[in-house]
């Protein structure tokens, strides 16, 4: 089979072979991602920061997934990320 690593990539394990490299153009499809990322790597969340601040700290961010460098947990995708430090209190 078209080995389409085959740019000086080492073996690594089945999930990381299977990444797909993002770009800035990904802000919004890998937002949930990205905020959990923040919070959890960063300790900020994501409505503490200006669109240009987002945007700037979002590269990192692609650096990171672009290198397999982040847990599993990213790439499988998440569902809803950390948006801000407020407790809303929703009753169920």
């Known amino acids: ?3 389409v690593y085959a ?3 080492r073996v690594v394990p089945s999930l990381k ?3 797909k490299e993002i ?3 990904d802000y919004f499809a890998k937002n949930n991602e990205f905020a959990t990322w923040l919070k959890e790597e960063k300790g900020k969340y994501f409505s503490d920061l200006s669109s240009e601040s987002a945007r700037d700290i ?4 692609v ?7 982040l847990p599993s947990q990213y790439y499988v995708g998440i569902t809803t990320g950390p948006r801000s430090a ?4 929703i009753k169920k």
């Open 63 to 69: 650096k990171q997934w672009n290198k397999g460098k």
């Open 7 to 9: 740019r000086n990539e």
């Open 1 to 3: 089979p078209c080995n």
């Open 86 to 89: 407020h407790n809303w209190n």
């Open 17 to 19: 072979q299977d990444i």
């Open 58 to 61: 979002f590269l990192k961010f």
């Open 23 to 25: 770009s800035k153009d």
